[in-house]
């Protein structure tokens, strides 16, 4: 890679195509199932401290949100649960495992137009056959130099993927929705965190804001991109091309 020039790294879900949209449409289908049985909102924050629990076991995913729908249904019914409200639950998470990927507005042609100046890179976490099967179908595999599933975003994994690439922390542009998993860990290391956010934040991502941070910057679209990234690093040929 090309040491002169930034590094840009794009998140997948919820930046590049849809994704939380889904879960919270899940969501609600579970919540219908299981309202003979307890108060939507209770139930609700049931199954966020059961993914909590168990993001350590499973992982990020829809099957891990798959088997949390489930162990929260037995929960919350005492174990009452009927056999057809469980079936009905996989089936939800097989749905969720083979929709269509759907890209966000601009996507498609803003890598295409920046991945003729720069390097990039795509991390995202989850499970990994899901990933590399949405990475797969979003029709933007070859724009990138680099694909990386991993199983957390944290200051560690990025600093392990910076030096298998050689990649110095100040040239490495990290564009996501999640201020925890995208931004964050990248100011701490050293890196620039653009935020881009979704209209919809899981609560296990949701984090302060850095304000003030000299290299965290927010913008309201990807469609920002070029422009900014000419802005920050002197390169006209960004926009101009």
């Given at each position: 890679?090309m040491?002169?020039?930034?590094?840009?790294?794009?998140?997948?879900?919820d930046?590049?195509?849809?994704?939380?949209?889904?879960?919270?449409?899940?969501?609600?289908?579970?919540?219908?199932?299981?309202?003979?049985?307890?108060?939507?909102?209770a139930?609700?924050?049931?199954?966020?401290?059961?993914?909590?629990r168990?993001?350590?076991?499973?992982?990020?995913?829809?099957?891990?949100?798959?088997?949390?729908m489930i162990?929260?249904?037995i929960?919350?019914?005492?174990g009452?649960?009927?056999?057809?409200?469980?079936?009905?639950?996989?089936?939800?998470?097989k749905?969720?495992?083979?929709?269509p990927?759907?890209?966000?507005?601009?996507?498609?042609?803003?890598?295409?137009?920046?991945?003729g100046?720069?390097?990039?890179?795509?991390?995202?976490?989850?499970?990994?056959?899901?990933?590399?099967?949405k990475?797969?179908?979003?029709?933007?595999?070859?724009?990138?130099?680099?694909?990386?599933?991993?199983?957390?975003?944290?200051?560690?994994?990025?600093?392990?993927?910076?030096?298998?690439?050689?990649?110095?922390?100040?040239?490495?542009?990290m564009?996501?929705?999640s201020?925890?998993?995208?931004?964050?860990?990248?100011?701490?290391?050293?890196?620039w965190?653009?935020?881009i956010?979704?209209?919809?934040?899981?609560?296990?991502?949701?984090?302060p804001?850095?304000?003030?941070?000299?290299?965290?910057?927010?913008?309201?679209?990807i469609r920002?991109?070029p422009?900014?990234?000419?802005?920050?690093?002197?390169?006209?040929?960004?926009?101009?091309?």
């Amino acid at each position: 890679m090309m040491r002169d020039l930034p590094v840009l790294t794009f998140d997948a879900d919820d930046t590049l195509w849809h994704n939380e949209s889904f879960f919270a449409l899940t969501e609600e289908a579970f919540t219908q199932l299981l309202a003979p049985y307890t108060d939507p909102a209770a139930l609700r924050e049931r199954l966020i401290q059961t993914e909590r629990r168990n993001l350590g076991v499973f992982g990020y995913g829809v099957k891990g949100y798959t088997l949390s729908m489930i162990e929260t249904a037995i929960e919350v019914t005492e174990g009452a649960v009927p056999a057809l409200v469980l079936q009905s639950l996989l089936d939800l998470g097989k749905e969720m495992m083979a929709h269509p990927v759907t890209l966000l507005d601009g996507v498609a042609e803003v890598l295409e137009q920046v991945a003729g100046q720069f390097p990039l890179m795509l991390i995202t976490k989850g499970d990994l056959f899901h990933q590399e099967d949405k990475v797969a179908r979003s029709g933007l595999a070859d724009l990138f130099t680099a694909v990386e599933i991993v199983s957390e975003k944290d200051t560690g994994t990025y600093s392990r993927l910076l030096a298998r690439h050689g990649i110095p922390p100040e040239q490495f542009v990290m564009v996501g929705n999640s201020l925890r998993s995208d931004v964050i860990p990248i100011l701490e290391i050293g890196g620039w965190g653009v935020h881009i956010p979704y209209h919809l934040t899981w609560a296990h991502e949701q984090a302060p804001e850095p304000l003030g941070h000299p290299r965290y910057v927010r913008l309201a679209d990807i469609r920002d991109i070029p422009a900014w990234v000419a802005a920050q690093f002197s390169l006209k040929s960004v926009v101009e091309d």
